[in-house]
């Protein structure tokens, strides 16, 4: 499975951008940039995902680079329920929906 | 629209035992997939049911089994529980049509603890 590398942990301050980043060197033509939240005693919940463009929906932003090796989770207006350790998962055609977990970042926001 | 249920929400069992957790996928999907999630770890592809069909399976002994039934809900089979099989257990829907774009859609876990 193509591996992703994220920090850690990350804080931020409420009503403020966040921009969690990913690293993914080994990713191939056929894998979706997929991630996911997940808030203290949840199951993990869909952010967002892309494949080539940059996507954007109710929640997040996805930024991803032109080259496909790193992307960046955007919260536009962080808020203390967005406190949540965070998920870059690659997810690809053989993968028959297999989601490979890391480690996340843990994201805490300060009021 | 019903979001993914699962049960029991706890449950205490001894070594050795066996147990089974059940998922109730969300209405119109397919496809379900159990994760594993040690605590302060991230959650562990278990393996994939479509059609009442496994469909892959992670790195799991086969006292790890499931079912997936004609109305798609989906049971985990664990057979000689072991203390380190003490987790939350995670069912997750999607729809198998859209491939490794999908969306998985995951329950609130069933928190397994052996004693």
């Known amino acids: 499975d193509a591996k992703t590398t994220q920090p850690n942990s990350m804080e931020s301050n409420e009503e403020e951008p966040v921009h969690l980043p990913c690293n993914h060197s080994?990713?191939?033509?056929?894998?979706?940039i997929h991630w996911y939240r997940q808030l203290p005693s949840q199951g993990p919940e869909y952010v967002i995902h892309g494949l080539t463009s940059n996507v954007n929906n109710r929640m997040a932003s996805l930024a991803i680079a032109e080259d496909r090796k790193s992307s960046t989770l955007i919260l536009h207006r962080a808020t203390l329920r967005d406190a949540a350790v965070y998920y870059c998962i690659l997810a690809g055609g053989t993968s028959y929906g297999k989601l490979t977990f890391g480690q996340g970042t843990i994201l805490t926001v300060h009021p | 629209e019903t979001g993914v249920t699962q049960s029991p929400t706890h449950l205490i069992k001894t070594r050795g035992q066996q147990v089974t957790l059940r998922c109730s996928s969300q209405?119109?999907?397919?496809?379900v997939s159990w994760y594993q999630q040690a605590l302060g770890q991230g959650p562990q592809f278990i393996f994939q049911y479509y059609r009442e069909e496994e469909n892959g399976r992670g790195n799991f002994p086969p006292r790890f089994s499931g079912l997936q039934f004609p109305n798609y809900s989906s049971e985990l089979n664990v057979n000689a529980l072991e203390l380190d099989d003490s987790a939350l257990y995670l069912c997750?829907?999607?729809?198998?049509?859209?491939?490794?774009?999908?969306?998985?859609?995951f329950g609130p876990g069933t928190r397994l603890t052996v004693l």
């Open positions: 080994t990713i191939s033509g056929t894998d979706y």
């Open positions: 209405s119109g999907h397919n496809t």
């Open positions: 997750a829907s999607s729809l198998a049509s859209r491939g490794p774009g999908n969306e998985q859609f």
